[in-house]
């Protein structure tokens, strides 16, 4: 056995840890033959053959059909892969080519299916590459009907057997059986394949996307898997597979959680109810939250879209990226925070000033509101998306009213420019700021009557009012979310917000951290929105937590004179 | 003739199972049915075809159907579309 650990890296796919033997899947190639028919019988005989095929592939779908479970997950594949079968378009094209370029079925087959293949990945995106896979699958079953001899012996796994894969068909995925399989490893496919849905949806821990470094894997070696980190480990030493086992338990652990609170409310033992979102960057994280038990987005960053590539994404692209993340939400809210970049941010092909001081220097809305091309086709972007769902805007880095009001101005033009192109859009869109730069903090009661929401960004509040910079190693520790001095304007953007009826939440790191959740709440904050995975965890703390006692937590806390005696004070509350 | 203008309304675009669903229902109509995006035509008797149209979210579509059956099979896809795709 290799004793040399060898490290793959991945796409993973579907999260979990698994340790198992590696079972090589082998796959048959089906070639061209070249043959070319040259009776009339023989064409009839090929049209016959090809008829069989089809029969015969069809009847095995319906036979895998039978022997799962209706309603299990992925029974559409095979609805998909019967429909596919028989195919008016395949079939039309199939015949004619044995009819008219006198090839025979296999040729005339791989032919017309490799074309068609072509033509959705042509098409791009993941769903499109996910229905090719149900095309070459079905082209491939085909095939194996057409060469009896083709037929592969049926590799048997196992128990906990690490399958290695080429790609898994999707037909394959959805027979394979749970409790022998432990995860899979392919060299090729993305995140949204069928067989990496699949994983997800059986909870098995699976990484595609591997690349030809797959092939260094022999049969029975021992592998584990990291599903959600997209690592793949051959033959690990002793302590990586312990440290690996104890990783592996406590992801079970959490799972159990997740499921069990999943669809239960935020709410508090006496009575109120808590509004839980997610931070996300993008459409994937959008669906990914919802399994967290997320009731929306909090903070769409969207950054993402505008970083890696050579220029500024235009507003029809804009557009599509916000309309697929609305559609996902489902009618949730989702809070777009226009473009944040400067300070630490920057685009390759968005040549900011060498700054001496770029966090106090030209970043965020102060981007926005110089450079208002850039702005206005963002803002045009959002709005159109706000017909597919509860979409909302949110200004980073407001310091004064004048912004805000300077911004809103430059909406009204936009949307006014948008009826005039006669495009939908939500003309009542809700436009919110966030608090982040203490200015804005104190003054919560002159923006509250401009805006319709106010959103705490503890991270950049903290900075700015502590005046330090987290990222600078010698005064970090200076870096303290619970400084009275922190806590005391939190405080008052939440009193102030309530005061003029405005809604308050919050979405810096803070609003995630589980040692504040009782100190938030008793502050009267009641929407939180954080990195999806810690959901249940916050989750857990507030349905266990009532008003009441938040409250004296918060009054407490708010006597303490230094942020060591509230985070001491606070971890021994959360032990109670 | 039958000519009715729908929109995708599921972000992926339409999903496989209810492509394939709604191919199965048009050819069990006499009918001709046929699916437009821009200018681009299908019949609706292939689910190749269906997929090759690349129809994502948000894309609008038309829909016509001709023959002696249209007003049943013209009920029959408007259900589909209005309907099914929800429970989907």
Do not use: W
């Amino acid at each position: 056995m290799n004793s040399i650990i060898n490290n793959i890296k991945g796409i993973g796919a579907s999260p979990g840890i698994a340790i198992g033997k590696a079972m090589l899947l082998k796959k048959v190639k089906h070639v061209k033959t070249g043959i070319r028919l040259s009776s009339a019988d023989e064409t009839k005989n090929e049209i016959q053959r090809f008829e069989k095929a089809v029969k015969n592939s069809i009847d095995e779908v319906e036979a895998i059909k039978k022997s799962i479970l209706v309603n299990s997950i992925g029974i559409d594949i095979l609805d998909v892969q019967i429909e596919l079968l028989q195919d008016e378009q395949i079939t039309t094209e199939v015949i004619e080519k044995i009819t008219c370029q006198y090839k025979n079925a296999n040729d005339a087959v791989i032919e017309v299916i490799d074309a068609s293949v072509e033509l959705l990945n042509n098409l791009n995106g993941d769903y499109f590459s996910a229905r090719s896979a149900d095309l070459q699958d079905a082209g491939n079953r085909l095939l194996k009907h057409l060469n009896a001899a083709g037929i592969s012996d049926k590799q048997v796994p196992g128990e906990n057997t690490i399958i290695i894969a080429e790609d898994i068909a999707p037909s394959e995925t959805i027979t394979m059986d749970a409790n022998k399989i432990s995860g899979f490893v392919t060299k090729m496919g993305g995140k949204t394949s069928h067989a990496a849905i699949v994983a997800k949806s059986k909870g098995i821990p699976a990484v595609v996307g591997c690349g030809l470094e797959l092939d260094l894997i022999k049969t029975n070696d021992i592998i584990i898997i990291d599903g959600a980190e997209g690592n793949v480990i051959v033959n690990p030493t002793a302590d990586v597979l312990i440290e690996y086992t104890e990783k592996k338990n406590n992801f079970l652990k959490q799972t159990v959680l997740l499921n069990d609170l999943k669809d239960v409310k935020a709410i508090t033992t006496d009575g109120v109810e808590i509004t839980l979102l997610a931070n996300i960057s993008n459409a994937a994280d959008m669906e990914a939250s919802f399994a967290f038990g997320s009731e929306g987005c909090g903070l769409l960053r969207t950054e993402l879209l505008f970083m890696n590539r050579t220029s500024f994404p235009d507003e029809e692209e804009q557009f599509e990226f916000y309309k697929t993340i609305a559609l996902k939400a489902k009618g949730k809210p989702v809070i777009v925070r226009t473009l944040d970049i400067g300070g630490d941010k920057h685009l390759p092909y968005f040549n900011l000033p060498g700054e001496s001081n770029p966090f106090l220097g030209y970043r965020a809305i102060r981007i926005s509101l110089d450079r208002t091309d850039l702005f206005k086709t963002q803002l045009a972007a959002i709005l159109r998306a706000s017909v597919f769902g509860d979409v909302k805007i949110m200004l980073p880095m407001i310091s004064n009213i004048l912004e805000v009001r300077k911004a809103k101005a430059i909406l009204r033009e936009v949307k006014d420019g948008l009826a005039v192109r006669q495009i939908k859009f939500n003309a009542d869109i809700a436009l919110g700021i966030m608090i982040e730069i203490p200015s804005a903090a104190v003054t919560a009661d002159l923006l509250a009557k401009e805006v319709d929401f106010f959103s705490i960004g503890t991270n950049d509040l903290c900075q700015y009012t502590l005046a330090v910079d987290r990222l600078n190693e010698q005064v970090k520790y200076l870096y303290e979310p619970f400084n009275p001095g922190v806590l005391r304007l939190m405080q008052n953007v939440v009193d102030q917000g309530s005061k003029y009826n405005i809604h308050t939440g919050m979405c810096g790191e803070l609003a995630g951290d589980a040692s504040a959740t009782l100190l938030l709440l008793g502050m009267g904050l009641r929407e939180f929105s954080m990195s999806a995975s810690s959901i249940p965890y916050v989750k857990t703390l507030i349905i266990n937590a009532s008003i009441t006692r938040a409250k004296e937590i918060c009054q407490h806390v708010m006597t303490l004179d230094n942020a060591e005696a509230i985070t001491h004070y606070l971890q021994e509350c959360n032990k109670q | 003739m039958i000519t009715k203008e729908y929109t995708i309304t599921a972000a992926e675009g339409l999903h496989a199972r209810p492509s394939a669903n709604l191919i199965r229902l048009a050819k069990t109509f006499k009918s001709v049915t046929s699916l437009k995006k821009g200018d681009k035509v299908i019949k609706l008797n292939s689910m190749l075809n269906l997929l090759s149209m690349g129809l994502k979210g948000g894309d609008i579509i038309t829909i016509h159907i001709e023959g002696d059956d249209e007003q049943v099979a013209g009920e029959a896809i408007n259900n589909f579309f209005k309907e099914e795709l929800k429970n989907l």
